[in-house]
Every structure is written in structure tokens, then in C-alpha cells.
């Protein structure tokens, strides 16, 4: 699979790939989830990133998953739902608890699994990650707690996004709803 997706990503995505799964591997066993689970979902979330926006929209076309009005305006989104199909395609992903953190691995969603915020919060303090803000307190925040974790990521996504007038998937907003109640009482 390393070799498959070395040839499929940029040489920097690759670093990230390899990032994220070394990072969901430290979170599995912080809390004492599945530790070859989470880090083939680390290796494999971002296996269609490197494709055009053609690329993905057929990818799901083909396998019958609908995309939003929203996910055809912002294409960048598409890769977690064709990167879910494709790693069972073509990297013979069968687990059903992997690749639905694939799936959900851009924009979350309310009530997730272990291994869906282990992914997605992975995916977001991994190492060689520099430009987020609060980066210090979410990485401790990842190892203590991982639902208010999840909860400040989504609450800097949307204020990022905000900033720079990007489009808000409402999905990110309602799983950020979902998550408020974790957010820490000040
Ligand atoms: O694929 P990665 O870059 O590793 O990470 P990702 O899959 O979380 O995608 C990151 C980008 O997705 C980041 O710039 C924030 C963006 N994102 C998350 N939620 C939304 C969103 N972008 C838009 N336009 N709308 C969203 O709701
Ligand atoms: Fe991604
Ligand atoms: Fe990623």
C-alpha cells in the first residue's frame, strides 16, 4: 500500500500520509483502539487527494455516492468520500469501520467513532502540520481528550473558514453542533 500511494501523491502529501498514520497509531494506543486499523486508515484517508476534481466526482459517480450542491462548488471535499471508495477499489479495504473514517474524514460528523476522531484529529496535529492556530493545546487536548479535541479543531475550522470567506460545508457545521457540548466550560 506504501508503495501504491508513494506513486499516487505529491512527495509532500506523502509526508503527511505517513504523518497521520504514525499519529493515529500513538492516539490507538492512548486509547486502546486497534493499532493496524488506525494506522491503515491514516495511510490510506488521503489516497485520492492527488486527483483532479474530474477524477473524484467519477470515482463516486461510479459507485452510486452522491455528492452535495456544496461538494461540486468545492471539489477539495470530494476526496474523503472517492478516497473511501478507492481504498476499498483499489487498496482491497473491506473493515466497514475504516472506511467510513475515510468517508467522514474532512468534515466529521455528530456522534463518531473511535477511530473516526483518532483519523480526523490525526489528520490535523500530525507532525509536520505548522499552520493552524492553538496547535500546542489541541495536540495535548488529542491525548487527554479526545471529544473536546475534536470540538476546538471544528471550532477553528469554521472560524478559518470564516476568515477567509471560504465555503462552510453544512456538514462541518453540524457536527460542530454535535461537538459544543465537549467544548470546555469557561
Ligand atoms: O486533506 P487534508 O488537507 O489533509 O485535510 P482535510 O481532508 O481535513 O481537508 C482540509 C481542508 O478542508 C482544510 O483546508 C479545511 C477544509 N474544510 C473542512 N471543512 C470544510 C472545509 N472546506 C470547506 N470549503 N468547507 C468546509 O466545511
Ligand atoms: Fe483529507
Ligand atoms: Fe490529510
Redesign the pocket.
Known sequence: MRKKLKKALTKE?YE?TKG?MYTAAALAMAYEYDIQKAMIAGLL??CC?CMSPEENISICDEHHVLLTQ?EYD?P??I??KAGSVYAQTNYGINDPEILHAIRV???GEPDMSLLDKIL?VS??IEPGRDKAANLTEIRRLAFSDINQCVAKILYD??H??NQKK????????ITYEYYQQFMEVK
Open positions: 502529501r503527511h497521520v484517508h488521503d487527494k456544496v468545492n477539495a471535499l476526496h474523503a474524514h474532512t468534515t480526523f489528520d490535523y475550522t469554521l478559518f473558514l471560504g465555503v462552510i460545508d453544512p456538514q462541518t457545521s
